[in-house]
């Protein structure tokens, strides 16, 4: 079964970093587009940031340009995110997706989240 | 691309059929996607390519549209499908887009 489980989400400081990890089971992230989007309190789903199947490309929103860094290691079949300068607005759910199929990018299965909250 | 998702609340009884909108600023052909989200859960793919329906969703749920104008309709509710419902369209980007979300209440 295609699974995906997301972990590191805690209570962070104003400013601070935080790694969020998302273990794979079922494909290899190396085959497959793989995906972040999160979900703040009370609002809708927004993208964060995408990996090609490669590894090679990587995309981010404007949000997160600069302070957040996608990786992936298929060794582990693991994919990452790496948030840095965290800002209370970054406080959300954050949900690990993969691609439907090798380079598309709408998104199943996704994990059930972890929550990320950026404490002042 | 700004997705617009209407309405915004959407009350119907079970049993009956639910249509949802999905208007985008520009064309994006026929590359959106449907999802279900549920409270605490995983989102849930449901449709792709504007019309083609996900492994295991059931056939009361069908999409159609192209270019700005999408709908999502769900024909005799079950208990299971009151939740929340975003389109995304992956024709133009970064950034990929969601709308902002129908929720189906009882």
């Known amino acids: 079964e295609v699974m995906l489980l997301e972990s590191g989400g805690e209570v962070v400081d104003l400013g601070g970093s935080l790694r969020l990890s998302c273990v794979a089971s079922g494909f290899s992230v190396g085959g497959y587009a793989m995906a972040w989007v999160r979900q703040a309190p009370g609002r809708g789903l927004e993208w964060v940031a995408a990996i090609s199947g490669s590894g090679g490309a990587t995309f981010y929103a404007d949000d997160a340009e600069g302070r957040f860094t996608i990786s992936k290691d298929v060794s582990k079949n693991t994919l990452y995110l790496h948030t840095t300068h965290l800002r209370a607005e970054d406080t959300a759910t954050y949900h690990c997706a993969k691609g439907f199929d090798f380079g598309d990018y709408w998104f199943e299965p996704w994990g059930p989240g972890t929550l990320v909250t950026v404490s002042s | 691309i700004v997705l617009t998702q209407s309405p915004a609340t959407l009350s119907v009884s079970p049993g009956e059929s639910a249509t949802l909108s999905c208007r985008a600023s520009?064309?994006?052909?026929?590359?959106l996607a449907w999802y279900q989200h549920k409270h605490g859960q995983a989102p849930r793919l449901l449709i792709y390519g504007a019309f083609t329906r996900a492994t295991g969703v059931p056939a009361r749920f069908s999409g159609s549209g192209s270019g700005t104008d999408f709908t999502l309709t769900i024909s005799s509710l079950q208990s299971e499908d009151f939740a929340l419902y975003y389109c995304q369209q992956y024709n133009n980007w970064p950034p990929l887009t969601f709308g902002g979300g129908t929720k189906v209440e009882i």
């Open positions: 520009q064309t994006v052909g026929r590359n």
